[in-house]
């Protein structure tokens, strides 16, 4: 079974204060692995797509990065704006349908 | 540019009401469909998804069922709603193995 584990929980930073979002996947055949952003109360928003270990993406003060293993979405001097929950999901091989998410992360960013 | 409608944003019904959802997107064709549900400290859960018109697999047995009459077009339904059947509903689209799009989701409460 495809699994997807998002650490931490929660993270609160300072305005300025870099740091990385952790998403950990255990998947068939990876067909893709995608990043998202929630705000309280609303559909997920798309971020990013990464399909094969090495491959990075880049959007504003973000950037995404791809293991065998992990992924990682980097966020730099983020501001109170960013404050929102990022989710992590998975597609595996052979399907052409479901994602697996994980839990997500609770991004706080204090002005 | 493409689109995804969901309405309604909030609904509370009693216990053993019926339920009906509907999602409709706009600016593609022969889009795979999904409803998920989101319930509060869990990861997005897959319960129905649909690669075509009539064309239904469900990914949890439960009190709800799907159905696409068009399209472009997905419904949610229930015929009697358990106060399990409590949570945060969520519509998407996605072309193939290409990242899902989402709506801005329902609120049930039932009461």
């Known amino acids: 079974e495809d699994q997807v584990t998002q650490s931490p929980e929660a993270l609160r930073l300072q305005e300025g204060e870099s740091s990385s979002l952790n998403c950990s996947y255990t998947v068939s055949g990876l067909r893709g692995l995608f990043w998202y952003r929630q705000d309280p109360g609303k559909g997920p928003e798309f971020l990013f797509t990464l399909y094969s270990a090495g491959e990075e993406k880049e959007k504003e003060r973000l950037k995404a990065t791809l293991t065998k293993k992990e992924s990682f979405l980097h966020i730099t001097a983020p501001k109170p704006e960013d404050s929102a929950t990022y989710l992590c999901?998975?597609?595996?091989?052979?399907?052409?349908?479901?994602?697996?998410f994980g839990k997500g992360t609770l991004l706080t960013v204090n002005p | 540019s493409q689109t995804i409608h969901q309405w309604p944003a909030t609904l509370v019904q009693p216990v053993g009401s019926p339920l009906s959802l509907e999602c409709t997107v706009e600016?593609?064709?022969?889009?795979?469909l999904y409803w998920y549900r989101q319930a509060a400290g869990r990861g997005l859960q897959l319960l129905f998804y649909s690669v075509g018109i009539g064309q239904i697999s469900s990914e949890v047995p439960q009190n709800l069922s799907a159905s696409r009459p068009q399209d472009r077009q997905f419904i949610l339904s229930s015929k009697k709603l358990l106060l399990s059947d409590s949570g945060f509903y969520l519509c998407a689209w996605s072309q193939m193995n290409t990242e899902a799009f989402f709506g801005q989701g329902t609120r049930l409460t039932v009461v």
């Open positions: 600016g593609t064709s022969n889009p795979n």
């Open positions: 999901a998975v597609r595996r091989g052979g399907s052409n349908y479901k994602l697996t």
